[in-house]
T-cell receptor
Framework: KQEVTQIPAALSVPEGENLVLNCSFT??????LQWFRQDPGKGLTSLLL?????REQTSGRLNASLDKSSGRSTLYIAASQPGDSATYLC??????????????FGEGTQLTVNP | NAGVTQTPKFRVLKTGQSMTLLCAQD?????MYWYRQDPGMGLRLIHY???????AKGEVPDGYNVSRLKKQNFLLGLESAAPSQTSVYFC??????????????FGNGTRLTVT
């Protein structure tokens, strides 16, 4: 059974700092890995999706990397801003799945960026 | 530009009562999902649908039923609510299920309390 772990559970940084969020998964047979952002009381917003054949994806100040063989992904946020404060979740879609999209989610990292 | 819309946003039920949560998407997505989010347990898949008229069980289906009579709508029913079903429920949709590049789009959630 796929398990996804995110460390740390919470992170507080000053504005302007570059930071890295970590995601690890136990089964490397995956289709893709997706990073989401969740604001309090809101749903999840997709940030980046990395296909199993890719090593990284970039969107603005965000860069996500994937090392499938070691079961790890990182989300790099450059020049953090208070507006980046949210919970960040990663999710993997396993190749072993049949029809449907059974993503396995981590519990998230709660990020606070202090002005 | 609605995306995925969930109704209601909040609901309080007494044990044994029934209710239906409605999810509507306007992106012509084939796949739709219901998740529940609980502290310490992350997001867990309840049921999903790979197309109009189809449904399938996810990770935690007991106590819930679903229907997908129209492509744009996915209904989640609780026939006899229990306190263990107190949670935040999220609906999501995706263009396909197994495509490498098919991110999930989430609604804003329904916060359900069962007393």
């Amino acid at each position: 059974k796929q398990e996804v772990t995110q460390i740390p559970a919470a992170l507080s940084v000053p504005e302007g700092e570059n930071l890295v969020l970590n995601c690890s998964f136990t089964d490397s047979a995956i289709y893709n890995l997706q990073w989401f952002r969740q604001d309090p009381g809101k749903g999840l917003t997709s940030l980046l999706l990395i296909q199993s054949s890719q090593r990284e994806q970039t969107s603005g100040r965000l860069n996500a990397s994937l090392d499938k063989s070691s079961g790890r992904s990182t989300l790099y946020i450059a020049a953090s801003q208070p507006g980046d404060s949210a919970t960040y979740l990663c999710a993997v879609r396993g190749r072993a799945e049949t029809s449907g999209s059974r993503l396995t989610f981590g519990e998230g990292t709660q990020l606070t960026v202090n002005p | 530009n609605a995306g995925v819309t969930q109704t209601p946003k909040f609901r309080v039920l007494k044990t044994g009562q029934s209710m239906t949560l409605l999810c509507a998407q306007d992106m012509n997505h084939e796949y739709m999902y219901w998740y529940r989010q609980d502290p310490g347990m992350g997001l867990r898949l309840i049921h999903y649908s790979v197309g109009e008229g189809t449904t399938a069980k996810g990770e935690v289906p007991d106590g819930y039923n679903v229907s997908r009579l129209k492509k744009q709508n996915f209904l989640l029913g609780l026939e006899s609510a229990a306190p263990s079903q107190t949670s935040v429920y999220f609906c999501a949709s995706s263009r396909t299920g197994s495509s490498y590049n098919s991110p999930l789009h989430f609604g804003n959630g329904t916060r359900l309390t069962v007393t």
